[in-house]
């Protein structure tokens, strides 16, 4: 098999990750399409599982949104040979012909990983940036494949909890792979935070919503992949991974902060004092570590149980007032800075208890163990504090 993936010693794939915009083929002897380069999550994540597929000895191809990007990925590989690594450059994942080139390779793909959708709430047009990358990118991946790369037998894509959490129950109801957001299409434009949950489980359609010209959403991304296999009936399998917060390590050839992932957003403003006066609401009460994530995809690829399955990709609950005391209790330097008494209270979970949500599928078909908060923490602050120094 051509996979880009960690099916086995033995297996030699070729696949496709794709992540936020970079392009790479990960497997032992295949190789696949990724995408290292994206503003906030998705990139931050697909670096990570480049690492993972390189090490695990497999072939990959990187998609990323320019060449001094492949660059600055070549640079940290530098042992790396290009049958192992190689790139391919996609400026906009939101056109709908944007992967049409990119899936075509020699010897082919046998499998794709799709994490390009955009996690932030720096939001001018709902559509534009968030629904149209989430969406056009999804459904034009699937359509790219299968189209121009029938050799590919699965594809993973990244889906958030969003996808699943009805924010309204987050206490007093376990969600699991079975639950869908019940977002509306009329919520989906009121904020970026409703934005982010509708990309997660809306398409955009023709219609427009009154007289202001916005696309009515009406299917959701995730639904709108599930749908697409349903119907068109293609030769790969679909997988989805529904990671929560992301904390965890950045990557050291991502050296600036100023894109940071929006989850570590909130560990860096704990670590130069801006939460000092008040800690923020949690708001989302769940995590899970950036190296958790990649290996979960590069796991679903190699697992045949895995195809035709949705996981939750979830370490445990958690809430910014534990961030502050693992912060302070690790590194006390930074002691100061940080939220204490009451201005700590704003930060501890809700009232009502303990949000709870099943993540048993994830551990027991993928074999995945989690890291817990306070390592994931100490990973990330030492991760940030490197890049700061340099």
């Known amino acids: 098999m051509a996979f880009s ?19 790479s083929t990960y497997g032992t002897a295949t190789r696949s399409t990724a995408y290292p380069d994206s503003p906030g999550g998705s990139g931050f994540i697909a670096a990570h599982v480049l690492d993972f597929l390189l090490e695990r000895g497999h072939s990959v191809v990187t998609t990323v949104r320019s060449q001094q990007k492949a660059q600055g990925i070549k640079s940290a590989h530098p042992d790396v040979s290009k049958d192992k690594l190689d790139f391919a450059i996609v400026e906009d994942i939101s056109r709908p012909d944007a992967f049409d080139e990119a899936v075509i390779s020699e010897p082919p793909f046998e499998a794709v990983i799709h994490t390009a959708s955009p996690y932030h709430f720096n939001v001018t047009d709902t559509k534009k940036d968030l629904l149209d990358p989430a969406v056009v990118g999804t459904t034009g991946i699937l359509k790219a494949i299968k189209k121009s790369a029938p050799t590919v037998k ?64 009406t299917v959701a991304q995730e639904k709108a992949a599930w749908h697409f296999v349903e119907k068109e009936k293609p030769n790969f399998t679909l997988t989805s991974c529904n990671p929560s ?50 290996l979960s995809h590069v ?92």
């Open 5 to 23: 993936s960690t099916l086995s010693s033995a297996m030699k794939f070729k696949w496709r990750e794709f992540f936020s915009q970079a392009r």
């Open 154 to 217: 699965r594809v993973v894509i990244t889906s958030s909890v969003a996808a699943i959490l009805d924010p309204n129950k987050l206490v007093g109801k376990k969600h699991s792979e079975a639950d869908w957001c019940p977002v509306t299409e009329a919520e989906a434009f009121k904020n970026p935070r409703n934005g982010y949950r509708a990309s997660k489980t809306f398409a955009v359609s023709t219609s427009n919503i009154g007289t202001d010209g916005l696309k009515v959403v």
């Open 245 to 294: 917060l992301v904390f965890g390590p950045i990557v050291h050839y991502l050296n600036s902060l100023d894109a940071l992932n929006t989850s570590n957003q909130r560990v860096r403003n704990f670590m130069t004092g801006a939460a000092k006066e008040e800690c923020p609401p949690t708001n989302a009460y769940f995590f899970v570590d950036v190296r958790d994530v990649a």
């Open 299 to 390: 796991l679903a690829v190699e697992n045949q149980e895995a195809a035709g399955k949705r996981f939750v990709i979830v370490a445990d609950n958690f809430c910014n007032k534990q961030i502050v005391e693992i912060i302070g209790e690790n590194f006390p330097l930074l002691r100061d800075g940080l939220p204490t008494g009451e201005a700590l209270k704003p930060g501890d979970f809700p009232a009502a208890g303990k949000p709870d949500i099943d993540n048993r599928r994830s551990v027991e078909v993928l074999g995945m163990t989690y890291r817990s908060l306070a390592d994931s923490i100490v990973d990330t602050v030492k991760s940030l504090q490197a890049v700061e120094g340099s």
